[in-house]
């Protein structure tokens, strides 16, 4: 399947790619007026929403498993918990989104890539 809804995204849990570890919710979808970016927002850490970061990751950073119907990301806790947070004002996302994971040295065999 080559598209696919917010609402089925927006959500959903987001996992490490070489573990069971569960990293985050996306929480909203992003896409550039002229179709050449495509983002979401990742809820990371905190507890019941209370102290939680919102990180910018690129949509071809998430692998979605069709077996588990689950979401992956080739980035590691530590690197999320490292990453640059956003902020929410006047409705818009502000701040920097994260470097691409693929851009990191170390990636290993990914599941079927999210378009």
Same mark, same amino acid.
């Given at each position: 399947?080559? %598209? =696919?809804?917010? %609402?089925?995204?927006?959500?959903?849990?987001?996992?490490?790619?070489?573990?069971?570890?569960? &990293?985050?919710? =996306?929480? $909203? +979808?992003?896409?550039?007026? $002229?179709?050449? $970016? *495509?983002? =979401? =927002? +990742?809820? *990371?850490?905190?507890?019941?929403?209370?102290?939680?970061?919102?990180?910018?990751?690129?949509?071809?950073?998430?692998? *979605? $498993?069709? %077996?588990?119907?689950?979401? *992956? &990301?080739?980035?590691? %806790?530590?690197? +999320?918990?490292?990453?640059?947070? +956003?902020?929410?004002?006047?409705?818009?996302?502000?701040?920097?989104?994260?470097?691409?994971?693929?851009?990191?040295?170390?990636?290993?065999?990914?599941?079927?890539? &999210?378009?």
């Amino acid at each position: 399947q080559s %598209n =696919i809804s917010a %609402n089925e995204v927006i959500g959903s849990n987001v996992y490490t790619s070489n573990s069971e570890e569960k &990293v985050g919710e =996306i929480e $909203d +979808l992003i896409v550039s007026l $002229d179709g050449s $970016d *495509h983002s =979401i =927002i +990742l809820g *990371h850490g905190g507890f019941l929403g209370l102290g939680e970061k919102r990180i910018m990751l690129k949509v071809s950073d998430l692998r *979605h $498993d069709r %077996n588990a119907d689950r979401y *992956h &990301v080739g980035l590691t %806790n530590e690197e +999320l918990k490292n990453a640059p947070g +956003l902020r929410k004002v006047d409705g818009r996302w502000v701040g920097k989104p994260m470097e691409s994971a693929q851009s990191s040295s170390d990636r290993t065999e990914r599941t079927e890539r &999210v378009d």
